[in-house]
C-alpha cells in the first residue's frame, strides 16, 4: 500500500497539485486505509467508506483536545474521491465506492470582508514599500496565502501589467491584470527595496517576497506583517491574509463586476464558490 500511495503522490505533482496538497492527500488516504485495514483496493467497498466517514465525526485530534471541525472532514472526503477516481481513470479498480455517496455540505467560516475604510486605513498604516506590496498582493491580487507565498519574481511582468498564478488550488493556473498604482507600487519594492543594496542578504533568488534575513517569506511571516498593520491602523477585529482576498471579492463584485469576471478572478471553477466569498452590498440585494 506504501507504493500505491506513493504513486498517487506523483500523479499529484504531476498534474501540478500545490505542495501541501501533494503532502495532505496522501495523508489522508493512507489514514482511511490504515483504519479501514485495505490490503486489496479492488475490494474496498461503500460501506468502508461510511464507516470510516462516521468515524471521522468522533475522530479525536492529535495535538490537541477536540475533534475535526467540519471542513477539515470534507478534506478527507475530497482525498477519497481524488485517490478513487485516479485509481479508476488508471484502471486500477473497476468501480468508484465513493460515487453515489452523498456527504454532509461544510459550514462556511462566518468569515466578513473588510471594509472599503479598512482597506484604506491598511494602506495607510504601511510604511515600508514591503507592507504596501504585501497588501497588494493579498487584497488587489487577491491571491491565496500559499499562491503569494509561492510568487516568484518572473511571475510579475511589469510593462504588460500582469501577474501570473503558476499554481493555483486544484492545479488551476490563472493571470491577474494589475492596475497601474498596484505596479507601480509592486516594482517599487522589487527595486528599491528587494534589489536594494541588501541584496547581499538576498539567499533565495526567485521567491518576490523576502523576510528580513533574505529567505522566501512564509504565509506564517505575511500573516503576521498584516497583524501588525491592522493593529498600527486601529482595526479591532482578527484580520488575516484570506480576509483580504474576502475583501477584494466583495469590493469588486460591489463595484459593478460580473459574478463570473469575479470567479475567474479569484481562480475558482465554481461560481457557488465565489458567491461564499462575496458579500454583494444591500442594494444589490434588492436586486436579486
Known amino acids: 500500500m506504501l507504493a500505491l500511495i506513493q504513486l498517487f503522490k506523483d500523479y499529484l505533482y504531476q498534474v501540478g497539485y500545490s505542495e501541501g496538497t501533494q503532502r495532505m492527500l496522501p495523508a489522508l488516504v493512507a489514514e482511511f486505509i490504515q483504519q479501514q485495514q485495505i490490503s486489496d483496493i479492488s475490494c474496498i467497498s461503500q460501506q468502508q467508506v461510511r464507516s470510516f466517514y462516521a468515524y471521522l465525526q468522533t475522530r479525536p485530534l492529535k495535538l490537541r483536545s477536540g475533534a475535526l471541525s467540519e471542513m477539515m472532514i470534507s478534506h478527507y472526503v475530497y482525498a477519497l474521491k481524488t485517490f478513487f477516481t485516479w485509481l479508476e ?20 467560516n462566518a468569515r466578513q470582508p473588510l471594509s472599503k475604510q479598512e482597506i484604506k486605513q491598511l494602506f495607510e498604516a504601511a510604511t515600508t514599500l514591503k507592507q504596501t506590496a504585501l497588501l497588494h498582493i493579498f487584497y488587489s491580487c487577491g491571491l491565496r496565502r500559499t499562491e503569494g507565498e509561492m510568487l516568484n519574481i518572473h511571475d510579475i511582468h511589469f510593462k504588460e501589467q500582469l501577474l501570473y498564478v503558476r499554481e493555483g488550488k486544484g492545479a488551476k493556473r490563472r493571470v491577474v491584470p494589475l492596475t497601474e498604482k498596484v505596479t507601480a507600487d509592486l516594482e517599487a519594492y522589487y527595486l528599491q527595496e528587494r534589489c536594494s543594496a541588501q541584496v547581499k542578504r538576498v539567499k533565495d533568488e526567485e521567491a518576490f517576497l523576502l523576510n528580513r534575513i533574505g529567505n522566501r517569506m512564509t504565509g506564517d511571516q505575511c500573516g503576521k506583517l498584516l497583524q501588525q498593520l491592522t493593529e498600527k491602523a486601529g482595526i479591532k477585529k482578527e484580520v488575516t491574509l484570506h480576509h483580504l482576498r474576502h475583501s477584494i471579492a466583495t469590493h469588486l463584485l460591489q463595484g459593478g463586476m460580473p459574478l463570473e469576471q469575479v470567479r475567474d478572478f479569484l481562480g475558482h471553477y465554481f461560481l457557488e464558490t465565489t458567491q461564499g466569498y462575496a458579500k454583494p452590498a444591500a442594494e444589490q440585494l434588492k436586486l436579486l
Open 89 to 108: 481513470v488508471t484502471g486500477q479498480a473497476d468501480y468508484n465506492p465513493i460515487s453515489g455517496i452523498r456527504f454532509k455540505t461544510p459550514k462556511q
